[in-house]
């Protein structure tokens, strides 16, 4: 339960605030909450998915283009109505295609025969001449041009176009494919005109129907859906796509599906009427042909490829080719003919989601791909639900995760989840056919990143750069970089740990100062604090907790966790030991006093923390352990040697070599303890060094067993190639007073020490 508390008192509120924000996409999903660029964004990422799909060519479906080639060879457009009812005989007659839908409309009859200037001659000025106006009439059949169409179109598979037009009524009308009264009552929302700009009754009459070729563009001008049906009068009317489809397919009928009651129809059914699909009977077999309707009877148009003759999926042949019989029989009989122009000056170009200059022909020709594959791009009934679920499970997961997360963590989890809901996406879209929105999801994704990386710059950086700041000065930068990771796990608050301190002090410090001005001291103290601080730091990363005049006192442990604590302490007070030489060697060259260090370093459980007064505070640590540790630093002058530690250190770090010095009882203590001299790491001392040890530790042996003599006659052995070290003469001077003093049957061997 504990656990739990910290949990949410450190991440409770940076979790509400990314759940608010997943609570509020949640609400737009649901239609709750209208957010305007969300919406265009949907749209974008639906054209860019529409622009991912690779065309793959549909030879059964071929779009003959009325181009600048046949433009060049036929004349400029529109054609007489000779030369289309050529085109038709070509169509139907030379090459047997199964359908063909004209994109072109014939509303007015077709004059440019001449004809009718024959025609008022013989009526007036050449009525006289003998014979004019039988030759005339002989004509007329021949200089016929509509006529010459109507006879084309008579009985074979031709779909004419047409348009609707509110503002006019002209031509004629094919029959529709149902009228309301099919409805039964029902009232099915659909795109309504009150007027038609069709073609001539006499044409309407012999093509096998008509189909409106009107584009409904989206209030931005796209392309993006087309009607099936639309609505004049009382009848429903088909496209030119789905009536060239149906006459194809030789469809018997075409007839409206309402498969549910009122209380089975979502609310999409209901808006259209209930109407979802249209059911179309083909030859002879029992199971139609289902074609789903979306709103206003119309489907979203799957474009395949950017369009025209170099970028579709539909193969292009010049009209001009068809018209001369230069195109192999094979690439039009028993095909879908679609019959349209992409001369850029006949203003047939369309803006779509693929392309802003889409042939208005080629979709027609998408249209019926996917009549006949049955397979529509829809947005199911459910879609919301997907979508609410979806928004709620992405930024349920990054709202609880990117809180927890690092930086690199949390932007790989963002970027993986985006790709995900994208990849997903697409493949129900290619593969399912089903029509999903994904930008709420995606814009959560990013607010919800974007929300925490604001939090951890606000909030997070802030609390490390105070970390920073308050342990900046006491331990090396690396380790501040390591907590500033982690920084929950560090803290000022006071408690107990294992930990080494060390006490560091200059020798003869007063005679120092006196031998130098207060600038050339300056310099000197500068040197030499800055020379040991940066060993205690840098080197084995220990914990710097104050200078005390001349003096140092660090330690290993704390704030960052090292279960080597003693190890480093031992190691960076050999080091310490090089750079006095080294900075010896410097200021003798000044002309400076020698500088010698003594140092304690002692191990064992230790109060850490924030510890001072309201008027000035200080990470450091306290206990008897550190007290024993600063009592080593002032006996190493007693021993004449540079560094003391004390027995828990030496038994926490075992890698090293150690000198025994004595069995001490320092001011404060009651219980002795064993103090030594680490020489170096054990693996690294030769022999002449472990020889030298194991012949001392036999003296300090002899000593406690008071054998004067043998320690005597050790002790010589070891000046004599030790001259220099400042332990064995104390020790020589001891025995002297041990054999005038005898200390008697029960000497402990221990020295006790009655100062600091």
């Given at each position: 339960?504990?656990?739990?508390?910290?949990?949410?008192?450190?991440?409770?509120?940076?979790?509400?605030?990314?759940?608010?924000?997943?609570?509020?996409?949640?609400?737009?999903?649901?239609?709750?909450?209208?957010?305007?660029?969300?919406?265009?964004?949907?749209?974008?990422?639906?054209?860019?998915?529409?622009?991912?799909?690779?065309?793959?060519?549909?030879?059964?479906?071929?779009?003959?283009?009325?181009?600048?080639?046949?433009?060049?060879?036929?004349?400029?457009?529109?054609?007489?109505?000779?030369?289309?009812?050529?085109?038709?005989?070509?169509?139907?007659?030379?090459?047997?295609?199964?359908?063909?839908?004209?994109?072109?409309?014939?509303?007015?009859?077709?004059?440019?025969?001449?004809?009718?200037?024959?025609?008022?001659?013989?009526?007036?000025?050449?009525?006289?001449?003998?014979?004019?106006?039988?030759?005339?009439?002989?004509?007329?059949?021949?200089?016929?041009?509509?006529?010459?169409?109507?006879?084309?179109?008579?009985?074979?598979?031709?779909?004419?176009?047409?348009?609707?037009?509110?503002?006019?009524?002209?031509?004629?009308?094919?029959?529709?494919?149902?009228?309301?009264?099919?409805?039964?009552?029902?009232?099915?929302?659909?795109?309504?005109?009150?007027?038609?700009?069709?073609?001539?009754?006499?044409?309407?009459?012999?093509?096998?129907?008509?189909?409106?070729?009107?584009?409904?563009?989206?209030?931005?001008?796209?392309?993006?859906?087309?009607?099936?049906?639309?609505?004049?009068?009382?009848?429903?009317?088909?496209?030119?796509?789905?009536?060239?489809?149906?006459?194809?397919?030789?469809?018997?009928?075409?007839?409206?599906?309402?498969?549910?009651?009122?209380?089975?129809?979502?609310?999409?059914?209901?808006?259209?009427?209930?109407?979802?699909?249209?059911?179309?009977?083909?030859?002879?077999?029992?199971?139609?042909?289902?074609?789903?309707?979306?709103?206003?009877?119309?489907?979203?148009?799957?474009?395949?490829?950017?369009?025209?003759?170099?970028?579709?999926?539909?193969?292009?042949?010049?009209?001009?080719?068809?018209?001369?019989?230069?195109?192999?029989?094979?690439?039009?009989?028993?095909?879908?003919?679609?019959?349209?122009?992409?001369?850029?000056?006949?203003?047939?170009?369309?803006?779509?989601?693929?392309?802003?200059?889409?042939?208005?022909?080629?979709?027609?020709?998408?249209?019926?791909?996917?009549?006949?594959?049955?397979?529509?791009?829809?947005?199911?009934?459910?879609?919301?639900?997907?979508?609410?679920?979806?928004?709620?499970?992405?930024?349920?997961?990054?709202?609880?995760?990117?809180?927890?997360?690092?930086?690199?963590?949390?932007?790989?989890?963002?970027?993986?989840?985006?790709?995900?809901?994208?990849?997903?996406?697409?493949?129900?879209?290619?593969?399912?056919?089903?029509?999903?929105?994904?930008?709420?999801?995606?814009?959560?994704?990013?607010?919800?990143?974007?929300?925490?990386?604001?939090?951890?710059?606000?909030?997070?950086?802030?609390?490390?750069?105070?970390?920073?700041?308050?342990?900046?000065?006491?331990?090396?930068?690396?380790?501040?970089?390591?907590?500033?990771?982690?920084?929950?796990?560090?803290?000022?608050?006071?408690?107990?740990?294992?930990?080494?301190?060390m006490f560091v002090d200059v020798r003869g410090f007063t005679t120092i100062s006196e031998g130098l001005t207060p600038k050339q001291l300056r310099e000197y103290i500068n040197l030499y604090l800055t020379a040991m601080s940066e060993d205690i730091r840098s080197a084995h990363q220990g914990t710097l907790d104050k200078y005390i005049g001349d003096a140092v006192m660090a330690f290993w442990g704390a704030p960052v966790h090292f279960s080597d604590h003693a190890r480093r302490g031992v190691a960076t007070s050999l080091l310490m030991q090089q750079s006095a030489a080294r900075l010896n060697q410097d200021f003798i060259a000044r002309g400076w006093p020698e500088l010698k260090i003594g140092i304690g370093l002692n191990s064992g459980l230790m109060h850490v923390g924030d510890?001072?007064?309201?008027?000035?505070?200080?990470?450091?640590?306290?206990?008897?352990?550190?007290?024993?540790?600063?009592?080593?630093?002032?006996?190493?002058?007693?021993?004449?040697?540079?560094?003391?530690?004390?027995?828990?250190?030496?038994?926490?770090?075992?890698?090293?070599?150690?000198?025994?010095?004595?069995?001490?009882?320092?001011?404060?203590?009651?219980?002795?303890?064993?103090?030594?001299?680490?020489?170096?790491?054990?693996?690294?001392?030769?022999?002449?060094?472990?020889?030298?040890?194991?012949?001392?530790?036999?003296?300090?042996?002899?000593?406690?067993?008071?054998?004067?003599?043998?320690?005597?006659?050790?002790?010589?052995?070891?000046?004599?190639?030790?001259?220099?070290?400042?332990?064995?003469?104390?020790?020589?001077?001891?025995?002297?007073?041990?054999?005038?003093?005898?200390?008697?049957?029960?000497?402990?061997?221990?020295?006790?020490?009655?100062?600091?």
């Amino acid at each position: 339960m504990r656990t739990w508390s910290r949990i949410l008192r450190k991440y409770g509120l940076r979790w509400a605030c990314g759940l608010l924000l997943t609570a509020v996409a949640v609400l737009q999903v649901a239609g709750q909450l209208r957010i305007d660029s969300i919406e265009r964004m949907d749209t974008f990422f639906a054209d860019l998915r529409m622009r991912l799909v690779q065309p793959q060519l549909e030879p059964k479906i071929v779009i003959v283009d009325i181009d600048e080639k046949s433009i060049a060879e036929v004349g400029h457009f529109p054609w007489n109505r000779k030369v289309v009812a050529q085109l038709v005989t070509q169509l139907t007659g030379h090459y047997g295609v199964a359908a063909a839908g004209f994109d072109i409309v014939f509303p007015e009859a077709d004059n440019t025969s001449g004809y009718e200037v024959l025609d008022g001659l013989a009526r007036h000025e050449m009525k006289d001449v003998s014979g004019f106006r039988a030759r005339v009439d002989m004509l007329k059949d021949a200089m016929d041009y509509d006529g010459l169409l109507a006879t084309a179109l008579d009985g074979q598979p031709v779909v004419l176009g047409y348009n609707i037009a509110d503002d006019q009524r002209k031509g004629q009308l094919p029959n529709p494919f149902f009228t309301s009264e099919t409805l039964n009552g029902r009232s099915v929302p659909a795109i309504t005109s009150r007027g038609y700009l069709a073609n001539l009754e006499r044409l309407q009459a012999a093509a096998a129907t008509g189909g409106i070729f009107t584009a409904t563009p989206d209030p931005d001008g796209i392309l993006r859906h087309s009607a099936l049906l639309m609505r004049i009068g009382d009848g429903f009317y088909p496209t030119l796509s789905l009536a060239t489809a149906a006459v194809a397919l030789q469809a018997r009928a075409i007839t409206p599906s309402f498969s549910k009651t009122v209380d089975q129809m979502s609310a999409s059914e209901r808006a259209n009427g209930g109407l979802d699909e249209l059911l179309m009977f083909v030859g002879q077999e029992k199971v139609p042909l289902r074609i789903p309707v979306g709103e206003n009877l119309s489907a979203l148009i799957e474009y395949r490829g950017p369009g025209g003759p170099k970028g579709g999926a539909f193969p292009y042949v010049s009209a001009a080719d068809v018209l001369a019989g230069r195109v192999p029989k094979q690439v039009l009989a028993d095909h879908i003919i679609l019959v349209g122009t992409t001369a850029p000056g006949l203003l047939d170009l369309r803006p779509t989601p693929v392309n802003n200059e889409y042939p208005g022909v080629e979709v027609h020709a998408n249209m019926i791909k996917s009549i006949l594959d049955e397979r529509f791009k829809v947005r199911p009934d459910y879609a919301d639900g997907v979508e609410g679920i979806q928004v709620a499970l992405a930024g349920g997961l990054l709202a609880i995760a990117l809180a927890v997360l690092s930086p690199l963590p949390s932007m790989l989890l963002a970027v993986a989840l985006a790709g995900a809901v994208f990849g997903l996406n697409y493949w129900a879209y290619a593969e399912l056919d089903l029509v999903l929105k994904m930008a709420m999801t995606l814009v959560l994704i990013a607010a919800v990143f974007v929300f925490n990386v604001a939090w951890g710059y606000f909030f997070e950086v802030r609390r490390n750069r105070g970390l920073v700041s308050r342990f900046g000065e006491y331990v090396a930068p690396e380790l501040v970089a390591q907590m500033a990771e982690n920084p929950e796990r560090y803290n000022m608050d006071g408690e107990s740990r294992e930990l080494t301190v060390m006490f560091v002090d200059v020798r003869g410090f007063t005679t120092i100062s006196e031998g130098l001005t207060p600038k050339q001291l300056r310099e000197y103290i500068n040197l030499y604090l800055t020379a040991m601080s940066e060993d205690i730091r840098s080197a084995h990363q220990g914990t710097l907790d104050k200078y005390i005049g001349d003096a140092v006192m660090a330690f290993w442990g704390a704030p960052v966790h090292f279960s080597d604590h003693a190890r480093r302490g031992v190691a960076t007070s050999l080091l310490m030991q090089q750079s006095a030489a080294r900075l010896n060697q410097d200021f003798i060259a000044r002309g400076w006093p020698e500088l010698k260090i003594g140092i304690g370093l002692n191990s064992g459980l230790m109060h850490v923390g924030d510890m001072g007064s309201n008027i000035r505070r200080a990470y450091t640590v306290m206990g008897d352990a550190v007290n024993l540790g600063s009592r080593l630093e002032g006996i190493t002058k007693v021993y004449g040697v540079g560094i003391a530690v004390g027995e828990a250190t030496r038994a926490a770090a075992p890698e090293f070599a150690y000198r025994e010095l004595d069995l001490v009882r320092v001011k404060g203590k009651n219980e002795p303890v064993a103090i030594f001299e680490p020489i170096a790491l054990e693996r690294e001392i030769d022999d002449a060094t472990r020889q030298e040890l194991e012949r001392w530790h036999a003296t300090l042996a002899a000593v406690r067993a008071q054998r004067w003599d043998e320690a005597e006659n050790l002790l010589a052995e070891l000046q004599a190639d030790s001259p220099q070290r400042g332990l064995y003469p104390l020790y020589v001077e001891r025995i002297a007073y041990y054999r005038q003093h005898p200390p008697g049957e029960n000497w402990d061997g221990v020295t006790t020490f009655e100062t600091k």
